[in-house]
């Protein structure tokens, strides 16, 4: 009896259980293309608004800007919405002729106005990307004068103030804010004075190779093609960023070909897919730099000695032996990898005897105690665990303190820190006024010039000489001589025992299913999805 | 029962006045505290807007959007004022209104938990109710290591091994997200539970696999609450048996199988429907964990996003949701108990 009442219980727990079903998952289409990645960082879609590069790598598939820069060769600049361009012989004005034929996803024309509006409104906006253009010169007021349109196809870019016009043709390539916007759709949108940035969060108005249908906050993104496009259509029908957060189901979804592209895979993931001959990883080489900062705020950092010190305890090579795979490459000057003008790594390492003697020197012969913020994320936890036990050995002790991006990039951009192991610099723009900008220039070194946006400035580090350099530099016109000034500016940093040290220079890798052609991952995040394709 | 009865001291609708007004209360101080909390975080919404490099005029400019300049009392009662008219603000992780966030993300939770509590309790009641008759013997060990295998295991490393064996290696289930991704979007949103969706618009192929990718993470969460369904309904079972009316109905030479289920579980109901549906409520909270392993695309994902950017409007709207959750359901369960055990009436 007892046994028959069992069963019939198993019985119907049993049929509960398998009364779900069984198939098996499907291969991706070939016409379409699926990118698994963490989009917890993508706020806004809005070219004048958004931040970080996960945006940077969907607007520019959505939009067009005047040029692109060629993602083998980073210093040739390739058309975009512009077929040429010209700069004036005194350096001062940029002039660019337009496409013809060029629509919006609306169907409107794409003018020379439609390009000065989006530069004036993201000046007037004044959100995240307008940074770079006003540190160009470019203000709201001046921005009218400055960048207009002479005829519907023609664009004219003065320079409010001196500076290489390269830069700033680098930066309509790479940044992503000079996006060209439809004006009419997007005044269409407008909400008390907005410039319909509400509306542009989750929506587009461009005339790129593909047009968004839907996007939703930490789930999806989907883009269609844009069958009216002014080049060559694009090779896939649909292409679907998927919000996936865990690293470990984006590599077995990988595996299996449920996705094709996956980025943001944590180091130990990408290495476990290594032998696997279906996929390949193609590490991309970024401007930005690992480095351990000292504040000047500091008592004991203003003294130079002790800088020299702690330049003098740092396991440049343990670190870039044992923690950096996948995450970075060994990389000790301000100015990124791969330019003429970059000097080679001026060799400090560790020595804790000749650390010693200059605390000595410095009048702290038993050390010192001191904090150490970090993002508590490797691979930056993993450096500060390094640092941390290689002040020891010269009696500073520095306490490690973990949090979050708000907690360690904040208090840095408060003054209100001793140590930081943290990662910044330049953009990919192939220039080194672009890493020196971030990391060494600070035109004003008071609390309330609050230059938050410079490196430089956060840390109080500050030396007139050098500024002028870099200032000198940059308007340059001969390219030997400018190659020169900036050899003597990373012989000046060197010497003066700077705030900001640097380690390593950053490398991410994005993981690609081999039936994947086509795909080149661009420095700047500026990858263009228009030519790949599926070859099965 | 006319209507003045409901009047009377006990009546119905005093109770239930009574209990709405504890309702607004509780819900009240859940605000003030999430509020509280929500401001000493040391999240800074403003850089995770503006993004680290950029400088002071923007930070000040969006400080004074978000209306941060502004004394904390002032902004839980501009709050406040906005959420009598039903306004719970913007989200800053969407850029729209937190209402339609939640109503866009809630539907994937319910799918997920309402499978979930299928399974758990579809298995957990059965279990208990066998554990509890064969108290001491084998099945009951076996009932008993199941629900505490299932409470001890860290979901997330039941999810990430589920994933790994019934997707990569055994390829009987859909892996992460909430369909193929081929699959995305070609249905209409309807109702948001895209099992319905993809039936409505006769489209089977997104169902069978929108079906293949609930059962993995609805089974995990399934296990979690079986766990603890059958823990509690084994204890009610066994305080059942020993009651005298089971002897009696034993000694009349009824079937076991009638003593369990016709006497013994029939008076069990009310107090596992209530443990039922604290579990679904607990569920449907968000299965934060699960969700994030399967980047489901729920309310859990989104509480969680929306804490990590400080985005308080949405929080705020996540756990005033929650809160009425828990408190609809533990009203509903008290009322059920009201009304099927009248001793409880006090």
Redesign the interface.
Same mark, same amino acid.
Do not use: H
């Given at each position: 009896m007892k046994i028959k009442w069992t069963l019939r219980t198993l019985c119907l727990s049993l049929l509960l259980a398998t009364a779900l079903p069984t198939t098996v998952g499907a291969k991706t289409p070939n016409d379409q293309l699926i990118v698994g990645m963490n989009m917890n960082n993508l706020l806004s879609l809005d070219p004048a608004a958004m931040t970080g590069n996960d945006a940077v790598s969907i607007i520019v598939n959505l939009y067009d800007s005047l040029v692109e820069l060629d993602p083998t060769n980073l210093s040739n600049v390739l058309p975009g919405a512009a077929k040429s361009w010209e700069i004036s012989e005194d350096g001062k004005l940029i002039t660019f002729h337009l496409q013809e034929g060029a629509k919006f996803h609306s169907g409107n024309p794409l003018t020379a106005e439609d390009f000065a509006w989006s530069m004036k409104r993201l000046l007037n906006l004044n959100m995240a990307q307008a940074t770079t253009w006003k540190s160009y010169g470019f203000t709201a007021d001046n921005v009218e004068k400055m960048i207009r349109a002479t005829d519907p196809l023609t664009i004219e870019i003065e320079l409010p103030k001196p500076t290489d016009p390269k830069l700033v043709i680098y930066s309509l390539a790479t940044l992503g804010s000079g996006s060209i916007l439809d004006r009419a759709t997007v005044m269409q949108h407008e909400k008390n004075g907005d410039w319909g940035n509400g509306w542009l969060t989750t929506n587009e108005a461009g005339s790129g190779p593909f047009k968004l249908d839907v996007w939703q906050a930490k789930d999806v993104l989907r883009m269609s093609r844009n069958d009216d496009y002014w080049r060559d259509d694009a090779k896939v029908k649909r292409v679907i960023f998927r919000h996936m957060t865990e690293s470990q189901a984006l590599r077995l979804m990988i595996e299996k070909g449920d996705i094709d592209i996956a980025t943001g895979m944590s180091v130990p993931d990408i290495n476990a897919l290594k032998s696997d001959p279906q996929i390949v990883i193609d590490d991309v080489s970024k401007g930005t730099i690992y480095y351990v900062a000292m504040s000047l705020k500091e008592p004991h950092f203003a003294n130079p000695k002790v800088r020299e010190a702690v330049r003098s305890l740092i396991d440049y090579d343990g670190i870039n032996k044992t923690i950096m795979p996948g995450y970075g490459l060994y990389h000790q000057r301000p100015i990124q990898k791969g330019m003429s003008a970059t000097l080679p790594d001026p060799g400090y390492k560790l020595d804790v005897a000749r650390a010693k003697t200059l605390l000595a020197e410095a009048g702290y012969p038993d050390g010192f105690t001191t904090t150490l913020r970090v993002l508590a994320d490797p691979p930056f936890i993993n450096i500060a665990t390094s640092v941390q036990s290689t002040l020891a050995q010269a009696g500073i002790n520095a306490k490690i303190m973990s949090g979050t991006g708000n907690q360690v990039y904040g208090a840095m951009r408060d003054r209100q820190f001793d140590m930081l192991v943290g990662r910044g610099g330049g953009g990919v723009d192939p220039h080194p006024h672009s890493s020196l900008r971030s990391i060494a220039y600070n035109p004003d070194n008071s609390d309330a010039a609050k230059l938050t946006n410079f490196q430089g400035w956060r840390t109080s580090f500050y030396d007139q000489q050098l500024n002028e350099l870099i200032d000198q530099a940059l308007v340059e016109k001969d390219q030997e001589k400018q190659k020169q000034m900036y050899i003597e500016v990373q012989n000046r940093y060197d010497a003066l025992y700077p705030a900001i040290l640097p380690i390593s220079q950053m490398v991410d890798s994005v993981v690609v299913r081999k039936d994947i052609i086509d795909y080149i991952p661009h420095p700047s995040s500026t990858t263009h999805l228009r030519s790949v394709y599926k070859q099965r | 029962m006319n209507f003045s009865d409901w009047l009377q001291p006990n009546g119905l609708l005093r109770r239930l006045t009574k209990r709405l007004l504890q309702v607004v209360v509780t819900l009240f101080g859940l605000l003030i505290l999430t509020f509280i909390i929500g401001r000493v975080m040391?999240?800074?919404p403003v850089?995770?807007?503006?993004?680290?490099?950029?400088?002071?005029? !923007?930070?000040q400019? @969006?400080y004074q959007q978000l209306g941060l300049d502004k004394p904390l009392w002032t902004q839980f009662f501009i709050y406040l004022g906005s959420l009598v008219h039903g306004d719970l603000g913007n989200?800053?992780? !969407?850029?729209?209104p937190v209402v339609d966030?939640i109503i866009? @993300?809630f539907p994937a939770t319910i799918e997920l938990a309402t499978m979930a509590i299928? @399974?758990g309790a579809?298995?957990g009641v059965?279990?208990g109710?066998?554990a509890a008759?064969?108290r001491g013997k084998l099945?009951d060990y076996i009932v008993r290591f199941i629900s505490l295998a299932g409470y001890s295991t860290p979901i997330f490393w039941v999810g990430?091994m589920g994933?790994?064996v019934f997707?990569?290696w055994l390829?009987? @289930?859909?892996?992460?997200?909430r369909v193929?991704?081929?699959y995305?979007?070609l249905v209409d949103n309807r109702t948001g539970l895209l099992l319905i969706d993809s039936a409505l618009a006769g489209e089977w192929e997104v169902f069978?696999?929108a079906?293949?990718h609930l059962?993995l993470p609805a !089974?995990i969460l399934g296990f979690h609450s079986l766990a603890y369904i059958s823990r509690m309904t084994r204890s009610f079972m066994l305080a059942q048996l020993s009651q005298e009316y089971i002897i009696t109905a034993r000694v009349k030479g009824l079937?076991?199988?009638r003593v369990?289920w016709s006497h013994a579980f029939r008076n069990i109901l009310v107090q596992l429907l209530t443990v039922v549906a604290l579990a679904y409520g607990s569920l449907l909270e968000g299965a934060v964990l699960i969700e !994030?392993?399967?980047?489901w695309?729920g309310f859990g994902?989104?509480l969680t996003?929306s804490l990590?950017?400080?985005d308080m409007n949405a929080v705020m709207g996540c756990v005033l949701l929650v809160g009425l959750i828990f408190v609809t359901l533990n009203l509903i369960s008290d009322m059920l108990y009201q009304f099927f055990d009248p001793r409880t009436n006090a």
């Open positions: - | 040391p999240i800074d850089l995770a807007i503006v993004g680290q490099d950029a400088d002071q005029s !923007t930070y400019q @969006v989200a800053l992780l !969407t850029g729209r966030d866009r @993300v299928i @399974v579809g298995l059965p279990l109710v066998m008759a064969r099945a990430m994933l790994l997707y990569a390829n009987l @289930v859909g892996g992460a997200g193929d991704m081929a995305d979007g069978r696999s079906l293949n059962v !089974t079937s076991e199988f369990l !994030t392993v399967f980047s695309p994902s989104y996003g990590l950017l400080g």
